[in-house]
């Protein structure tokens, strides 16, 4: 509990800490490290149930395209809302067919959303196809931190949903769903509203971390958005920092979206790689991520 | 009419490769029980070693079909010597999480290593057509289909005729009474992921020439074996080669009748799998 609030209150000073001329990157990389680490706490709300999600891309990519198509007419928040809503309504069209089978079905079948929905994005008449879609920044443009402010609102509304999933009896439902649907099913847990519960809260933060994403990118493309690169990213954190908790996705997300950004320094494409061979390693040999090797409770 | 026809012979053609490439996908899952998110990247593995082989040393790509078939298998074997055994007992979760890990890591290698050009390998007979009566049949896919079919029968034939298919059919059914009877169940499982590398790398050279070389193909094709998988019903062997004609036969006809088909056909294969998986929540599977 104390390493969440020393990282959150580190984010939220960053902007007023003397960092000279390396303040404008760091704050660039504190946004994506936010924006990210929410992301990966969303895909780890719904990992917590036992399903592997791969749709956490296309959840943040309809958050991205919904706030980006909605912001010249209704205004940041409510257009981030929408957004974030657009999100939710795909993941229970996805989640009420797949979530009653078996759990690869639906790791399969989130795949299979996310793809399409980027052919979708690519042939709607009113996305902008593959050209693109240009976003206005949040509010006018007036304040230059709104969107660094946002994108630690949105990580602080991760936290707070995964804290919650973590400290009240919903927790012990999604462990039992998890752990064996069959018994949890015997000791009253209604297996696949948890599962529902769970994937929809996941989406709309996924959702949310889209739009504020689509509001500092300044501009979206069917590539960026749906990009199945961010799915990795969404899982590959919460694995590599410690899964099924609060702070092992938050740390996570700081040493690899860190990492990640200093390696587009040098790497264009191909830098997942790295994200790929951790995930290997992370699974085969530190099973517990970052958190285990730092002797910490699993939640 | 004509045309129709011609649409369903060209899904007919491609149905063969199809059914090869998802066979091996619903090998190692019926057998081995992996959901395997890097099959796909045994057929770029193929379809890759068939590029290079033809640009670099002039190979026809009929050479590098035998090589292809023992280059995925090796592969496949180190894979589950590797990295899958020691995940054989971990639960779901972390052994698909392995295996999409391995998918990243090998598309974006070959990004790095070739870039996201799409390479065809085009030897003198590319074009080829025969003629038969009024409808024409390309050379390469008929022969890729009549290979595949050749492929599909001899893993039939090895399956429920040969001792070691039968030791492979009785693994996939039981995982315990098998190794009372004497059967190495760590060798049957080796030799199943093995051979279905090996499938995939097969229909990866076919690719080379029918389609492209490149860091993606492998994944989309995952995607289409996955669809095919979940209609025929998961790990289900003989359902295999009818849930592939409907997936080819339905992106045929997209292709030919819808307007702008082209790049819609991607969606046929989501909508397969969509449909399938309403069936199977419907009949509550």
Redesign the interface.
Same mark, same amino acid.
């Given at each position: 509990m104390r390493g969440i609030l020393g990282l959150l209150l580190l984010f939220a000073l960053l902007p007023f800490l003397p960092l000279g001329a390396w303040g404008a990157f760091l704050l660039d990389v504190g946004l994506f490290i936010l924006l990210f680490t929410a992301l990966a706490l969303s895909w780890d709300l719904v990992a917590r149930t036992g399903q592997l999600s791969l749709a956490h891309g296309a959840f943040f990519g309809l958050g991205a395209y919904g706030a980006g198509l909605m912001v010249p007419h209704l205004g940041t928040l409510p257009a981030l809302l929408l957004g974030s809503l657009l999100a939710g309504a795909g993941a229970l069209l996805l989640g009420s067919v797949t979530l009653r089978l078996h759990g690869l079905y639906f790791a399969i079948a989130s795949l299979a959303f996310s793809e399409v929905l980027r052919t979708m994005a690519l042939k709607l008449p009113f996305t902008g196809g593959p050209i693109g879609l240009p976003v206005p920044p949040p509010f006018g443009g007036g304040w230059p931190l709104a969107s660094y402010y946002l994108a630690f609102a949105v990580l602080l509304l991760a936290v707070a949903l995964s804290l919650w999933a973590e400290r009240s009896s919903f927790r012990l439902a999604q462990a039992a769903t998890r752990q064996s649907e069959a018994v949890a099913r015997v000791l009253g847990v209604r297996v696949v509203r948890v599962k529902l519960l769970s994937l929809l809260l996941g989406s709309l933060v996924a959702g949310l971390a889209g739009g504020v994403y689509a509001m500092k990118a300044l501009f979206l493309n069917p590539y960026e958005a749906f990009s199945l690169g961010r799915a990795v990213e969404a899982l590959v954190i919460p694995i590599f920092g410690g899964l099924y908790s609060t702070l092992g996705p938050l740390l996570g997300g700081v040493v690899l979206v860190g990492l990640e950004q200093a390696l587009r320094l040098w790497i264009q494409e191909g830098y997942l790689v790295v994200y790929g061979a951790l995930l290997i390693l992370a699974i085969l040999f530190l099973p517990r991520g970052l958190l285990g090797l730092l002797g910490g409770r699993r939640g | 009419m004509e045309l129709l026809l011609q649409t369903l012979l060209n899904g007919l053609l491609m149905a063969g490769v199809y059914a090869l490439v998802a066979t091996g996908l619903a090998l190692s899952l019926g057998v081995v029980g992996i959901?395997n $998110?890097a099959h796909g990247e045994f057929l770029m593995l193929g379809a890759f070693l068939s590029y290079l082989l033809f640009a670099f040393r002039g190979l026809d790509p009929l050479f590098a079909l035998g090589l292809a078939f023992l280059a995925a298998f090796l592969v496949g074997a180190l894979t589950y010597w590797g %990295?899958i055994r020691?995940?054989l007992k971990?639960?779901?979760?972390?052994q698909?999480? /392995?295996t999409? #890990? /391995?998918?990243? @890591? %090998?598309?974006?290698?070959a990004? %790095?290593l070739f870039g996201?050009d799409t390479r065809v390998v085009a030897p003198p007979y590319q074009a080829a057509t025969l003629a038969l009566g009024p409808f024409f049949l390309g050379a390469v896919p008929l022969g890729a289909f009549l290979l595949s079919l050749a492929l599909l029968l001899s893993l039939q034939l090895f399956l429920t005729r040969s001792r070691l298919g039968l030791a492979v059919r009785a693994v996939a059914q039981n995982r315990l009474a098998p190794g009372l009877l004497g059967i190495e169940a760590e060798g049957v499982y080796l030799l199943a992921f093995g051979l279905a590398a090996a499938l995939a790398g097969v229909a990866g050279v076919m690719l080379s020439v029918m389609l492209y070389a490149s860091p993606s193909v492998g994944f989309l094709f995952t /995607?289409k074996s $996955?669809?095919i998988v979940?209609l025929a019903g @998961?790990g289900n062997l003989k359902g295999v080669v009818p849930a592939a004609l409907v997936l080819a036969l339905a992106e045929a006809l997209v292709s030919t009748y819808l307007p #702008?088909g082209g +790049?819609?056909v991607?969606?046929v294969? $989501?909508l397969v @799998? $969509?449909l399938a998986?309403?069936g199977?929540?419907w009949r +509550?599977?």
């Open positions: - | 959901v $998110f %990295l020691p995940v971990a639960p779901e979760l972390n698909m999480l /392995l999409f #890990g /391995l998918s990243i @890591l %090998l598309q974006n290698l990004l %790095l996201a /995607l $996955f669809a979940a @998961l #702008g +790049g819609l991607e969606a294969f $989501f @799998l $969509f998986l309403v199977r929540a +509550g599977a």
